[in-house]
């Protein structure tokens, strides 16, 4: 019998990253154990922009879990690990100061079931009037992973150093053990035939908007040179 497992995280945006953390979070987990049930939640909920994979509201977790009995509860990845508001404007969705992260927490006190952050970020100080607060819910927390050293050593610097805290990789850097080549392939052809596509093309991932206008420029005049 396979493990039932929910997973917690900014899915129902158009953000290519996050997007991508269930699927990277199935793949190796697939590789180690037997899922029957795989989960995924969002504040707000919706259908995920980049696969047919329904996005739960955590509002609706309650229900959900009569059913699953989850086994364990998994939050990330993404630069979620902290309390400020998080907005996707494109998208008009917001984020309340720490839900995406305290609720799944919660969830898992609540119920009793093992707590997972998976390569996550930390990419601010935790106020010091909030230790109490945090050092409750981390300690209900079974493993938490950040995805690179400066998460890593803010993270040393508020809580200490403890074995169930470790720096990985960004998931993400394994992309192409995710995706057969036939699937891609599926995929290729699926946007070729809906953008009506019959010219070569690239595609980049550019993480911010940061100087964007400068990077069209260079990408503009590799395109007419090749």
Known sequence: MGYSIAVFGAFNVHSFGDSLFPEAIYSELHKRIEIDEFCVFSLGGRKNPYSDKTVYDYSQFDEIYKTKRFDAIIIGGGE??????????????????????????????????????????????????????????????????????????????????NEKT????????NIREYFSEERLETIRDAFKEKYKV?????????????????????????????
């Open 80 to 161: 979620l690990l902290h309390n400020l508001p998080i907005n996707f404007t494109e998208e008009h969705v917001a984020y309340e100061p720490g839900a995406i992260w305290q609720i799944p927490v919660k969830l898992g006190m609540k119920y009793g079931i093992p707590i997972i952050m998976n390569g996550v970020g930390m990419p601010y100080e935790f106020k010091e009037k909030n230790r109490g607060e945090l050092e409750q819910l981390f300690s209900a927390v079974s493993y938490v992973s950040l995805r690179d050293e400066y998460s890593y050593q803010r993270w040393t610097e508020y809580f200490g150093n």
């Open 166 to 173: 470790v720096e990985v990789p960004d998931s993400l850097w």
């Open 198 to 226: 019959n010219k070569p093309y690239m595609v980049v991932q550019y993480g911010t908007t940061k100087y964007f206008r400068e990077v069209m420029k260079i990408l503009d005049r590799f395109a007419e040179n090749n």
